[in-house]
């Protein structure tokens, strides 16, 4: 069937049709009508688990790796508000940290020492 067929009904559907929009009609007029379930969306994660690698000066940004995903992209970018993380040393790898999302974008909350 073609998108620019009309559409046929059979005897049998029109008269359930009719019945139905017949029931509707003299039913309770004050009725709140049809109500429809509320989808709750996804809940996005505001708070992750990451690992850095490298010094993290206070406010720069910096890269990221999610801990425990293993599907790409696994990572995202941080801004660091607080404090210098390893300044000391800048070849230190797989650094823990936890970032928490604001809107769209994310910081770092704690790193480890």
């Not at 690698?53 to 999610?66: E, I």
């Not at 293993?70 to 660091?80: D, F, I």
Request: proline residues 3%.
């Amino acid at each position: 069937m073609a998108d620019s067929d009309p559409i046929a009904f059979t005897r049998g559907a029109a008269d359930r049709i009719a019945n139905a929009v017949r029931t509707v009609e003299i039913g309770n007029r004050r009725s709140g009508g049809i109500e429809w379930e509320t989808q709750v969306p996804a809940l996005r994660k505001v708070f992750r688990v990451c690992t850095f690698t490298g010094a993290w000066d206070k406010n720069t940004f910096h890269v990221v790796t999610f801990r425990n995903i293993t599907t790409t992209p696994n990572t995202t970018t941080a801004y660091n508000l607080f404090a210098d993380v390893n300044s000391g040393d800048t070849s230190a790898s797989n650094v823990n940290c936890a970032i928490a999302r604001e809107g769209t974008a994310w910081y770092l909350i704690a790193a480890e020492c």
